[in-house]
């Protein structure tokens, strides 16, 4: 596989063109022509070398867990597939990525690409639409008229997890800056705290939150919580430490607090697939780049300002799909 990625631990100058051979297709995988990947914040906390304890990769590595495609060649055991369909999926994360242009995954782990969608539209979608539908159904089970609060709702997490929550029939509060006002309100959200215009305002309390940032923006939004509510957060103390105020609300509201770190699964991204047929979930994707050296350089540059609407995509297709 000839793909964008790293030969050692670094700033964006270690990104490079990497060539390793692509792994035999097993009996129960299939190879994929990979025709846009999505970029997220891992890809870079990667390459820095920020996960090596937990992702002990051999050097070098292609980036990149997100991905849209055509199937070249099914394993003699995969009978869901055939060459020539349209998929997407998150691999597997302690394996080569997806700033590629193929890559071999189990079958299990992908879905049939949504209709109408584009490759780069479909790219946007695994990583976090798993993580959405794995902390907001999976462990908020959240339900109709649930009073919900999703920290963040105009970055990549958020701006799906908006529409999840919607589509489940919860009343939906979420927090940006105030420029993100009508970004926000365009992806249906019921109320919004502008995070620059003062502290957090009176508000009914939630049963559920969704916590992307961590750190002292999720030790506040905790007085907003109910008793024994519930708290989903994708931050690990090695992105932000959490404050010890925030531990003891914690402790005080009986809150159950879980850690989601997205798992790769192809039922699940049937259940995406689903919501976007069905019209209640939408892509959202703001900036595409080639993917190129250069490119993936850019898709990096943004992603790390922390300032991103939506999503970023990385595209091996010239013209559009
Ligand atoms: N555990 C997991 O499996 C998992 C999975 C996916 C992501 N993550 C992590 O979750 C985090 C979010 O991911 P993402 O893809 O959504 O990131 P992202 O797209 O880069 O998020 C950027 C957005 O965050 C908003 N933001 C920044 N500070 C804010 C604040 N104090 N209050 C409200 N909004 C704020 C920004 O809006 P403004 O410009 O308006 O501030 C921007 O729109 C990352 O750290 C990522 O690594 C973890």
């Known amino acids: 596989m000839i793909g964008i990625g790293i030969e050692q631990y670094g700033g964006e100058q270690q990104i490079k063109e990497i060539n390793i051979p692509t792994e035999q297709v097993g009996p129960e995988e299939i190879l994929v022509s990979i025709k846009a990947s999505g970029v997220n914040p891992v890809d870079w906390k990667v390459r820095k070398g920020l996960l090596k304890e937990d992702f002990p990769y051999e050097l070098p590595l292609i980036l990149g867990w997100d991905a849209a495609g055509t199937i070249i060649a099914t394993g003699e055991n995969v009978k869901k597939f055939q060459a020539g369909d349209d998929v997407f999926f998150r691999p597997e994360m302690e394996k080569q990525g997806t700033y590629a242009d193929e890559i071999v995954v189990p079958a299990r782990l992908v879905a049939p690409m949504p209709q109408g969608l584009t490759y780069v539209e479909a790219a946007s979608l695994p990583l976090v639409g798993l993580t959405v539908w794995q902390a907001l159904v999976e462990v908020g089970n959240i339900q109709a008229g649930d009073n919900v609060l999703i920290l963040a709702g105009s970055g990549g997490i958020g ?26 309100r365009d992806l249906g959200v019921d109320q919004v705290i502008a995070y620059d215009l003062g502290s957090i305002a009176e508000t009914k309390k939630f049963d559920f939150m969704l916590d992307t940032l961590g750190g002292s923006a999720y030790g506040d939004a905790l007085k907003l919580m109910k008793q024994n509510s519930k708290v989903a957060t994708i931050i690990s103390e090695r992105d932000a430490i959490k404050p010890d105020y925030a531990k003891k609300k914690e402790e005080n509201l009986q809150l159950k607090v879980e850690f989601v770190f997205t798992r790769p699964d192809g039922e699940n991204m049937g259940h995406i697939r689903e919501l976007v047929e069905a019209q209640k979930l939408k892509p959202v994707v703001t900036e595409v780049y080639p993917l190129t050296v250069d490119g993936v350089k850019k898709a990096h540059k943004s992603s790390q300002t922390g300032r991103t609407r939506g999503k970023i995509v990385l595209s091996r297709e010239t013209k559009s799909n």
């Open 159 to 184: 701006s799906i997890a908006i529409q999840l929550a919607k589509a489940r029939g919860a009343y939906v509060t979420t927090t940006t800056s105030s420029k993100n006002y009508d970004f926000v």
